[in-house]
């Protein structure tokens, strides 16, 4: 399984951002498919999750600005960020769990400015 992430950048405090990761190789057996953030000298935290029935998990109170959405036909996982804060600036990774396995993709940078 291979994933390709696409979508950070730098934006100002209070804009939007939207990652997209695309799952190509064996997809098929794909089952949770998520997005992981690590900051600065902090480790690495699951930011949302979806499983293949759609179903997700945020953490914390994420949920209230972020949204995570899947299309099981690439497959590709979204992550649609709102207002987002400063303290959301890392390196955004997706991350696909395949037969047990788990695959990341490369990671693509949010920057936050304040």
């Known amino acids: 399984v291979q994933l390709q992430a696409s979508g950070g950048g730098l934006v100002q405090a209070g804009g939007s951002l939207r990652l997209s990761c695309a799952a190509s190789?064996?997809?098929?057996?794909?089952?949770?498919m998520g997005w992981y953030r690590q900051a600065p000298g902090k480790q690495r935290e699951l930011v949302a999750k979806?499983?293949?029935?759609?179903?997700?998990t945020y953490t914390g109170s994420l949920k209230d600005r972020f949204t995570i959405s899947r299309d099981n036909a690439g497959p590709t996982v979204d992550l649609q960020m709102n207002n987002l804060k400063p303290e959301d600036t890392g390196v955004y990774y997706c991350?696909?769990?395949?037969?047990?396995?788990?695959?990341w993709g490369q990671g693509t940078q949010v920057t936050v400015s304040s």
């Open positions: 991350k696909a769990e395949w037969l047990g396995d788990d695959f």
């Open positions: 190789g064996s997809i098929f057996g794909i089952n949770d």
């Open positions: 979806i499983t293949f029935a759609g179903i997700s």
